[in-house]
């Protein structure tokens, strides 16, 4: 008797070409996961300019249409995945999730980035995200989206597992591997 494939939904990170740069990395993990999971890899509406709101409702969707149980995210994507997290009225759409693995979220507020119309600075309530495994990676050496943008995600979500990937860079280079290892774990668990 077979298991039951596990779906991940993978969403890019933003820029003219995100989604083709971030094909290898969505390739990548579904060779690391292997037998058992399906990675799924939308192409995300308008990735050189998104807006916060349409890749929400695009990740919900996504979501739905795929009955994934996780969802890993990457830069831009990431950002906006931690804020459907953080705001109570679109949690709503990452009820189906297990967990969720962000990788190199730009922090969007004070101390981090500044962006007009979109905004982490305020807290969230842990009991909210109790029963979801909230993992973040940064790299050491990213030089997009700074290290210490990982002490900012850890005052917003102190529940979280944040990962400091020593010689990583922005694109997980050599290091999927790793991520695929936490994930088959969470889906054990």
């Known amino acids: 008797m077979t298991s039951p494939c596990i779906d991940v939904l993978f969403i890019q990170g933003a820029s003219a070409g995100a989604h083709d740069a971030d094909q290898g990395l969505a390739d990548a993990l579904g060779r690391a996961l292997g037998p058992g999971f399906r990675v799924h890899f939308p192409r995300m509406p308008d990735e050189d300019a998104p807006d916060n709101?349409?890749?929400?409702?695009?990740?919900?969707?996504?979501?739905?249409?795929?009955?994934?149980?996780?969802?890993?995210?990457?830069?831009?994507?990431?950002?906006?995945?931690?804020?459907?997290?953080?705001?109570?009225?679109?949690?709503?759409?990452?009820?189906?999730?297990?967990?969720?693995?962000?990788?190199?979220?730009?922090?969007?507020?004070?101390?981090?980035?500044?962006?007009?119309?979109?905004?982490?600075?305020?807290?969230?309530?842990?009991?909210?995200?109790?029963?979801?495994?909230?993992?973040?990676?940064?790299?050491?050496?990213?030089?997009?989206?700074?290290?210490?943008?990982a002490d900012l995600y850890g005052r917003l979500f102190p529940g979280a597992t944040i990962h400091r990937l020593p010689g990583c860079g922005h694109q997980f280079e050599g290091r999927i591997a790793r991520i695929a290892r936490d994930l088959r774990t969470l889906a054990q668990a």
Request: aromatic fraction near 8%; charge should be negative.
């Open 53 to 149: 709101d349409v890749w929400k409702r695009a990740i919900s969707t996504a979501l739905g249409r795929t009955a994934s149980t996780f969802l890993v995210a990457h830069s831009a994507g990431a950002a906006i995945a931690a804020d459907m997290l953080a705001r109570r009225e679109t949690r709503a759409g990452l009820a189906s999730l297990r967990g969720v693995l962000l990788l190199a979220p730009p922090f969007v507020g004070e101390g981090g980035w500044q962006l007009d119309g979109f905004q982490l600075d305020w807290p969230v309530d842990p009991e909210a995200l109790a029963g979801l495994a909230l993992q973040l990676y940064f790299g050491s050496a990213d030089t997009t989206v700074p290290p210490a943008h």
